[in-house]
Nanobody
Framework: QVQLVESGGGLVQAGGSLRLSCAASGRTFNVYALGWFRQAPGKEREFVAAINWNGTRAYYIDSVKGRFAISRDNDKNMGYLQMNSLKPEDTAVYYC???????????????????WGQGTQVTVSS
């Protein structure tokens, strides 16, 4: 099992930026895919971005392309989500997730991801 701890959320005005961090422990970090999901009030949890084991492939939901950037530092066992040009519709709890079955970040389905952090709140005011 993997333990994931998110940080970096907060309140920001529209157009602003935040950088979320995900600290991982418990298993070798540089062999599994890492993802970010979000869940807004009254909505289902949705895929935001994912990155493969060595950081060479990244995937995004269409609504964040060009604004968000996912990355990882395998030496530090850390994952990141840089969020720029934030919009009120980005308001949600953001979760870091690990897919321990593969290093290739192939799935956008919530149930395919094995380990989850506790989430960090991101609120974007208009």
């Amino acid at each position: 099992q993997v333990q994931l701890v998110e940080s970096g959320g907060g309140l920001v005005q529209a157009g602003g930026s935040l950088r979320l961090s995900c600290a991982a422990s418990g298993r070798t970090f540089n062999v599994y895919a890492l993802g970010w999901f979000r869940q807004a009030p009254g909505k289902e949890r949705e895929f935001v971005a994912a990155i493969n084991w060595n950081g060479t492939r990244a995937y995004y939901i269409d609504s964040v392309k060009g604004r968000f950037a996912i990355s990882r530092d395998n030496d530090k066992n850390m994952g990141y989500l840089q969020m720029n040009s934030l919009k009120p519709e980005d308001t949600a709890v953001y979760y870091c997730a690990a897919d321990l079955t593969t290093g290739w970040a192939n799935s956008r389905i919530v149930s395919a991801w094995d380990s989850w952090g506790q989430g960090t709140q991101v609120t974007v005011s208009s």
